[in-house]
């Protein structure tokens, strides 16, 4: 995803449009080309990437926020219409701060200082996808604390 900080009155229609475009227009555009092969084969997890921002909002990211809110509801709407194929769909946020390209031009030095490897989420992307519409469906999922509760389960 990507992230630019603006205020409404900053906000040009093409800054907005971006950023549709790559978080919102880009989970739409994977997701139709590849849900169908998985309903061909009766089965697959699909796990879109959100954020926090798409439950609490934020100061001058109407544009991101927006998108992130508009992938939680695309991901509610196609788990109902994929669960009868024996797919998953969730969204998942990473529930701490993570080291991406992304965050290190947007985070405080503070949360800087906090920032975890990518890595340390990881359990939660390989849980989720190898669920299925009757495991974890359908859910807002924090990669953080799901990660630290299954920690033990793939040993």
């Avoid at 995803?1 to 475009?21: A, H, L, Q, R």
Wanted: hydrophobic share 30%.
């Amino acid at each position: 995803g990507i992230i630019n900080f603006k205020s409404i009155e900053e906000s040009s229609y093409e800054f907005w449009k971006k950023i549709i475009d790559v978080n919102l227009n880009g989970t739409f555009i994977t997701c139709k080309h590849i849900v169908p092969s998985m309903k061909l084969n009766k089965k697959g997890s699909v796990i879109n990437v959100s954020s926090r921002a798409a439950k609490f909002g934020g100061f001058n990211e109407t544009a991101y926020c927006a998108s992130k809110f508009g992938i939680e509801g695309f991901s509610r709407s196609l788990s109902e219409e994929c669960k009868s194929h024996n797919i998953a769909v969730n969204s998942i946020t990473p529930g701490t701060p993570i080291h991406t390209s992304m965050s290190q031009k947007t985070y405080s030095k503070e949360k800087k200082r906090i920032w975890k490897d990518p890595i340390c989420i990881s359990p939660a992307f390989l849980h989720l996808g190898i669920q299925t519409s009757t495991g974890i469906n359908n859910q807002y999922i924090d990669a953080w604390k799901l990660s630290k509760e299954i920690k033990n389960q793939y040993d």
